[in-house]
């Protein structure tokens, strides 16, 4: 799991940058560049795996 290895093996650090992370509409392309949605899930189950509660900013790509 994503959410505990940011826990276990980074030891919850106080900033993590990610480089690519999938468009809130999964694998269909539909001009959908937003990840909120998808960056919310992973940082609500980084605090369900007892890990801390993350603010993130994101800058949203240019569709293709």
């Known amino acids: 799991m994503p ?6 093996n980074l030891a919850s650090p106080d900033i ?3 480089e690519e992370i999938q468009d809130n509409n999964r694998a269909t392309d539909d001009g959908t560049v937003s990840a909120d949605r998808t960056v919310k899930m992973f940082t609500d189950a980084i605090v ?3 890990g801390p509660a993350y603010q993130w900013r994101s800058v949203g790509p240019e569709n293709k």
């Open 16 to 18: 993590v940058a990610l």
């Open 48 to 50: 369900a795996a007892g």
């Open 3 to 8: 959410a505990a290895s940011s826990r276990d």
